[in-house]
């Protein structure tokens, strides 16, 4: 059984590496681009790309340190590559699509390592939990994935490694012998690290270092914790310096040169405004518990639902039965692994509730302390046939279907741009994208000055306001610059559930290229559509190169489909 679990356990860690250099076409929000390899592409390649607010001198939100060691460094390998490497030249977009990835992939197996020296110290089965890890969709999709939030979770796992030793170390209370001193360093080093890269990372390293703090005390109080507290002091403290004075050499300028900056009071201070959350999107509290854990981690979500009604009425009865005083005061209420393990996942899901704008991706980081809850010895274990299901159709969707036209896309029109059809000619090109994600520019491999391509996002404007901005585009001046006439290809790209919109506008087609799959729910096909022939139309992203709009229309040729 043990080696069974051992080989599905290979089997899927192969899996995770083989889908990110295949590579995975969902896009699953532009977080993902946008909080890292679109900003370190410009400053490492120095290629076009669009910078987001976060990231500007006036309004820094977001830590660059992370970024710098993450999609920097992959994009500053593939500059030698470029330089000296067999084959000198420059990299191809799915090189700077697959560089972060690939890196984020390798961290993520420090999940794994994680797991497998924490897992028997809770009382959980090692391998059982492995294989639950490995096997969620979440590890494969949003752990290979250039976000905060997966850094966030690699921090909160490595935190529960260090304080495990001394949270399920003996059950008999007794004062715990101080541990080394690189231990309280590097404890308060991963604290300060955790909190520059997301503040919310407060919420997740609350109840771990509460049960650190309290290990072994009679009578907890306040005192007691600062006392623990002032020995993560020093590490904390020497891991902020260095990211305040990295992030304000990188976000100093010439109007503001020996400014310091604090990336987390920024961040703070715009998303403690209620306003500003509402920008993002709200939603309503109980997102996180009824929804977001359920989308994550489907099956084992309920489990843990399950467990903590259990472990509720054991309370509720031990309170009848006992009273209050006795009951509060019996230490196999408090200190068993599932009691922790419980705390460790519902404590941050209900601190992140507190806010209004709930995202599914925030909960990332409480992956860990759910497969060793549902692993624990104690458990029934998760049912398998519904547990692969839901892994399986996340996967699926997130990792292929939602919006998977858009990256292939870009690849297809950086193709474009590559092989010009006229070489001696100088061409404009006009990329228009309407009712998708926003395009991570960098992916075009555009030179930073004097790219003859313009990238226009118009979001989810509607049909009107598209043909206008259509009609000015074709008539702009970059066509007829000094020099003589340039050639100027407009490409559109829109999903096939918005496609109609563009026999509005009235331009001729001159080519049509289909990419499958690509799934917007913010315009999804109608029921009746997946059902006829034209399924594949409205599950794919439409790329249409347009000509000038002439008195009279041409026919239009035949789309051509790309797999």
Known sequence: MKMAARVLWGSLSLL???????????????????????????????????????????????????????SGSA???????????????????????????????????????????????????????????????????????????????????????????????????????????????LLGGVMAAGFFNRPTFLAFALVPLFLWGTYGATNPSLKSLTKEALVLLPGATLTAVGFVAVDSCYFSSPSRPSTLVLTPANFLYYNLDPANLARHGTHVRLTHLAVNGFLLFGVLHAHALQAAWQQLRACLQAFIQMGFPRALAARSLQSSPRSHLLLLYFMPLALLSVFSHQEARFLIPLLVPLVLLCSLQTQLAPRKGTLVLCN?????????????????????????????????????????????????RHLLHLPGLGSPVEVVDMGGAEDQLLCQALSNLTRQPACHVAGGPWLCRLFVVTPGTTRSAMKKCSFPLKNETLIFPHLTLEDPPALSSLLSGAWRYHLSLHILELGEKPDNMTEKPLPKTQP
């Open 392 to 440: 399986a159709l996340g996967a699926l969707f997130f990792g292929c279907l939602h919006q998977g036209g858009l990256v292939p896309g870009l690849g297809h029109l950086e193709q474009v741009v590559r092989a010009s059809a006229l070489p001696r000619v100088p061409t404009h090109y006009t990329l228009l994208f309407t009712h998708t994600y926003m395009p991570p």
């Open 16 to 70: 995770r590496l083989v889908w990110c250099l295949l590579p995975q076409t969902g896009y699953v929000h532009p977080d993902e681009f946008f909080q890292s390899p679109e900003v370190m592409a410009e400053d490492v390649l120095g290629i076009k790309a669009v910078r987001p607010w976060e990231f500007h001198p006036s309004s820094p939100c977001r830590t660059v340190v992370f970024p710098l060691l993450t």
């Open 75 to 185: 994009f500053w390998l593939l500059r030698l590559w470029e330089e000296w490497g067999p084959w000198p030249g420059p990299v191809s977009g799915y090189a700077l699509l697959v560089g972060p990835r690939l890196l984020l992939t390798s961290l993520s197996f420090a999940l794994d390592l994680a797991v497998y020296h924490v897992a028997p110290r809770w009382g959980a089965e090692r391998w059982n939990a492995l294989v639950l890890l490995s096997g969620s969709y979440v590890t494969l999709v949003f752990y290979t994935r250039t976000f905060s939030n997966a850094i966030e979770g690699l921090l909160f796992v490595w935190l529960l490694v260090l304080v495990s030793p001394r949270v399920t170390g003996s059950c008999t209370p007794k004062k715990p012998a101080p541990g080394p001193l690189w231990h309280s360093w």
